[in-house]
């Protein structure tokens, strides 16, 4: 019930191309869902997090879609640099602000 | 703003000893501060929870006689690793909820733990 899976593990795209990653949630009672961005030996950091009143959030080259009544939501990082290659995490709270549960990570590779 | 500190960024130190780390929100308050620990190529595990003057609440399987947490004030948590093992050595990181945005949780750089 509290888990978070997330796809893929690893994924490797050519600069400009849109990588998507992909998180799916058991547990209904889940209603905050932000993404964190993680570069190597450094803690994680905010991108961006949406609710399930919406369908989607985007904040500059960064969207999150929700589908709640299949409990999966993505990240979709537009014209992707290679700046962005880091480590993805999404995650998912009951309450805002409680404890988070996390995916596995995305490990992104953008190649110039 | 919403930036928290994490002191030492990394230490070394021998089996058996004891090591703190501190965990600052250092321009904002925060009602809530989490502990999470990260092995290599993993994803953070929730170590335990604490609320400004009361005791942590430690996840299942995280012994709390091990892994000493006082969150003395709305700006500081410590965490005291004891009698630290080799299999104590990860990436710990803190993060904390502020009282002004409560939704979010913002993260500290993390500290590396290495046992000898």
């Known amino acids: 019930q509290q888990q978070v899976k997330q796809s893929p593990q690893s994924l490797i795209v050519q600069k400009g191309g849109i990588p998507i990653i992909n998180c799916a949630y058991e547990n209904t009672a889940f209603d905050y869902f932000p993404w964190y961005q993680q570069f190597p030996g450094k803690g994680p950091a905010l991108l961006i997090a949406i609710r399930p009143d919406v369908s989607e959030k985007k904040e500059g080259r960064f969207t999150i879609s929700f589908n709640k009544s299949a409990k999966q939501f993505s990240l979709h990082i537009m014209d992707s640099q290679p700046g962005d290659s880091a480590t993805y995490f999404c995650a998912a709270a009951e309450t805002s602000g409680s404890r988070l549960t996390f995916g596995e990570g995305t490990q992104l590779t953008v190649n110039p | 703003g919403a930036v928290v500190s994490q002191h030492p960024s990394w230490v070394i130190c021998k089996s058996g000893t004891s090591v703190k780390i501190e965990c600052r929100s250092l321009d904002f308050q925060a009602t809530t501060m989490f502990w999470y620990r990260q092995f290599p190529k993993q994803s953070l595990m929730l170590m335990a929870t604490s609320n400004e003057g009361s005791k942590a609440t430690y996840e299942q399987g995280v012994e709390k006689d091990k892994f000493l947490i006082n969150h003395a004030s709305l700006t500081l948590s410590t965490l005291t690793v004891t009698s630290a093992h080799p299999e104590d050595s990860s990436f710990y990181i803190c993060?904390?909820?502020?009282?002004?945005?409560?939704?979010?949780?913002?993260f500290g750089p993390g500290t590396r733990l290495t046992v000898l």
């Open positions: 993060s904390a909820s502020p009282l002004r945005f409560p939704n979010e949780q913002f």
